[in-house]
């Protein structure tokens, strides 16, 4: 397990956004209180003022903002949020932003996500269930409040689309409502996502419920929402939602039926808890400035690599300790950080060398996600990527290779497909690098 005090970030929040200037500021908002500590934004082409909303977080250094242009584009951006900022933070939490995260105690969400993924350490991924909220009888927005005081009223916990509803929607075949799930993850664990609301773990992984129950699905069953939910604002107010309509989708070619206000249009319940909650994180609410944060990160990354000799700890020192010697090298990297005249990042390759070298001590999970480090690692400037290099192709690819096409790691074929194709490329790219 990686010391928490080395991620700059114990919380990032990703998501996708088109033309939801109106929306920005609230939702990030609250999830700061809650425990955000960054947002990894994607922007899918939007024509509103969303710059002038955002700039404030941009400046300070709250939000990192990227154009996201084309169609279909929600699970390529989660994707790229987990190969490019998997090591700045403990948990990243992909959600859209009409949903907000909504512990049902004070604690933050940091605090109910190692409370329960504490108890298993395969555990990686939390699985948060739906709360579905209605438009509150709401025809015409009144944007002068904000939607979590003008929508507290919502579905029953277990509710799900009957059978008539589903077929209004072309889905009689899958689980709707309040029993699909959003994600929480350790992001080092995490393979990739092919579905908004589920991530494909790495070997070993596993996505739980608040309970601790395994879900291995994008949905959860019975719905779990008691410690902690996804309140998600479906519809709002029937004008909101058909701006909602002519927007469009980021996760499929198909958009939004007319007929799915009158099926998602909830409001059996009063549930303001949200509201209170928001009121009393506000009340003890601060941020580390950027400053103490670099400071604490460098000290712990320095520590962790001048602990001892590489070359004098015993093997089984090795042991679990890829992931801490991955995110020092990319933090070192990133911060530039150097011990004495030397870089960092090169005593943090030379670790990452001696574990590879160390035999019976690596995960296949751990290899996945190597793999996925690899060709950043290959092209750093230091002579051990090269030595790095030579000891993955001659001691490591020709047994993945095998171990992944006989079909001994579980999966479906579209993963082990997956798994093929990224091993061939790497082959490739050694290849390349060894000639």
């Known amino acids: 397990m990686v010391d928490k005090n080395l991620f700059p970030y114990n919380l990032a929040v990703v998501a996708i956004f088109k033309d939801e200037a109106t929306y920005l500021r609230e939702w990030l908002d609250y999830h700061l209180l809650a425990g955000a500590e960054h947002f990894y934004l994607y922007n899918n082409d939007s024509s509103d003022d969303y710059e002038k909303i955002l700039a404030p977080y941009v400046e300070a250094n709250l939000v990192t903002l990227i154009d996201w242009s084309g169609e279909i584009m929600q699970m390529p951006a989660y994707n790229d949020a987990l190969n490019c900022y998997r090591f700045f933070c403990r948990y990243m939490a992909f959600i859209d932003l009409d949903e907000f995260i909504f512990p049902k105690t004070n604690q933050s969400i940091v605090d109910v996500l190692d409370e329960i993924l504490s108890r298993d350490k395969t555990a990686a991924a939390l699985a948060v269930n739906w709360q579905i909220f209605g438009s509150n009888g709401h025809e015409s927005a009144n944007l002068s409040k904000g939607v979590l005081e003008r929508f507290t009223r919502r579905a029953e916990k277990n509710w799900a689309p009957t059978p008539a509803e589903k077929i209004c929607e072309g889905n009689d075949d899958k689980p709707l409502g309040n029993v699909l799930i959003k994600t929480i993850a350790n992001p080092r664990a995490v393979n990739y996502f092919y579905n908004p609301h589920f991530a494909i773990r790495f070997v070993g992984f596993r996505a739980v419920n608040e309970t601790g129950n395994f879900v291995e699905e994008f949905y959860n069953l019975p ?31 198909a958009g939004y039926s007319l007929n799915w206000f009158d099926n998602y249009n909830r409001n059996e319940i009063f549930d303001d808890g949200i509201l209170k909650y928001r009121a009393a ?59 004495g005249n030397k870089s960092a990042e090169e005593y943090a390759l030379v670790w990452i060398y001696q574990t590879l070298d160390t035999d ?67 082959r490739q790219l050694l290849n390349s690098i060894l000639r």
Not at 243 to 253: I, M, P, T
Not at 376 to 402: D, G, H, T, W
């Open 281 to 339: 994180r506000a009340q003890n609410f601060s941020l580390e400035n950027d400053a103490d944060k670099i400071r604490r990160v460098e000290k712990i990354l320095i520590d962790t690599l001048t602990q001892q000799s590489p070359f004098a700890v015993p093997a089984e020192f090795f042991a679990g300790k890829l992931e801490t010697f991955l995110t020092c090298r990319k933090l070192a990297e990133v911060f530039g950080t150097r011990i």
């Open 360 to 426: 019976g001590i690596l995960t296949y999970a751990e290899l996945q996600l190597l793999l996925s480090e690899l060709p950043a690692l290959l092209n750093r400037p230091f002579p051990v990527a090269k030595k790095i290099a030579q000891l993955f192709s001659e001691k490591f690819l020709p047994a993945m290779i095998s171990v992944t096409k006989s079909a001994k790691i579980s999966g479906t074929w579209q993963e082990l497909w997956k798994e093929v194709n990224d091993l061939n490329y790497t």
């Open 223 to 253: 719905v779990t929402a008691d410690k902690i939910a996804v309140n998600h604002y479906y519809t709002k107010s029937h004008e909101e939602f058909l701006a909602k309509f002519n927007r469009g989708r980021s996760d499929v070619l």
